[in-house]
């Protein structure tokens, strides 16, 4: 008995470091730091800053127009003489016409279902980024129904809160806490499932389910929790 409540609480904690670890949190206040750096309520911060790159923007393709986009770093973008400081910019497939699709300095944050997002504006044109938390990196959109708003989706490591810190992404190195404990939690569950059964089936000569560690415990586990949540 008291091994099951140890296995029920280290169940539970395990839960906890699920949500905290692997990304599950709700982001409800965001302060900026930076037109490419914003810290989460939590503390943890999205930082872009290593992917500035205004003279190699990230690009998307939507009909017979790309859309160039850079954080931090405004992109030139002349449209009929006037320079533009623009995030984003959209430019016909020839690259005669070009358009300011929002400011750099116009930017804003905020969150929709715990994801990043960045807003930007320069006239009658507004522009939002999901900035998307992914191994990969990509970026994808254009103009949306509603005339002169687009919508793009940027995914990357660095999208990801304590993703990249200033530091471009696979640079920043090590397992987090949570990992760690995960990892040493389950080495000691095969190492004590193994040597159990070993011990049983040529010490013991036991067969079958006996064999296993704890054989009773185990099988009655499925049988509690269907208790417990009726």
Known sequence: MVLQKYIVLALFLFNCLDSKFLNKSKYLNIIPLSTCKAQLNDGRIIDLTSLDDPQHPRVAVDGDYNYKFNPCSPIPCEGGGIPASAAVCQESSDGIFKFNCGDQSSVSFSEDSGTLTMNFAASERHSTIKCICSKTESFSGGENSLLSNYEFVFNSPCCCPDGCSGNKPGKSGGLSFGSI?????????????????????????NSGIEIVPNHQFWTSVPRDIKVKNH
């Open 181 to 205: 404990l995960l990892i040493i939690f389950f080495s000691l569950l095969f190492v004590y499932f193994v040597g159990g059964i070993i011990f049983f089936k040529f010490y013991k000569k």
